[in-house]
């Protein structure tokens, strides 16, 4: 392999290619580093979250909310709590005067 050419396996893949790239010892740094780099999302996996449903099943859920449309539907359901009749009575101030009160003047 010379400065400029990279021989590439027929049925290669880019990945293929990247790695030839970044192990090339003839190859300038800077182009060895960028092909590294392209290459590390495909070569190492990522840190991801995963979550673990280990209280109920899918299954479990789906009876449950199940059994609960059937309650619902033979009416068995409690009644809804009722508001209060009157609300509580609300305390309103007169607007304060627009015009300047000369209590509030400065000296």
Same mark, same amino acid.
């Given at each position: 392999?010379?400065?400029?050419?990279?021989?590439?396996?027929?049925?290669?893949?880019?990945?293929?290619?990247?790695?030839?790239?970044?192990?090339?010892?003839?190859? %300038?740094?800077?182009?060895?580093?960028?092909?590294?780099?392209?290459?590390?999302?495909?070569?190492? =996996? /990522? *840190? !991801?979250?995963?979550?673990?449903?280990?209280?109920?099943?899918?299954?479990?859920?789906?009876?449950?909310?199940?059994?609960?449309l059937k309650q619902m539907?033979?009416?068995?359901?409690?009644? %809804?709590?009722?508001?209060?009749?009157?609300?509580?009575?609300?305390?309103?101030?007169?607007?304060? =005067? /627009? *015009? !300047?009160?000369?209590?509030?003047?400065?000296?």
């Amino acid at each position: 392999m010379n400065a400029e050419y990279v021989e590439l396996p027929p049925h290669g893949t880019a990945l293929d290619l990247l790695r030839l790239v970044y192990r090339s010892a003839t190859l %300038p740094l800077s182009t060895r580093m960028r092909a590294a780099m392209a290459a590390i999302p495909y070569e190492t =996996p /990522r *840190l !991801a979250v995963v979550a673990q449903v280990t209280e109920n099943s899918l299954a479990e859920l789906l009876d449950r909310r199940l059994a609960k449309l059937k309650q619902m539907k033979n009416g068995n359901e409690p009644k %809804p709590i009722e508001p209060p009749a009157t609300p509580p009575p609300v305390e309103v101030k007169p607007p304060m =005067p /627009r *015009l !300047a009160d000369r209590r509030y003047r400065r000296f």
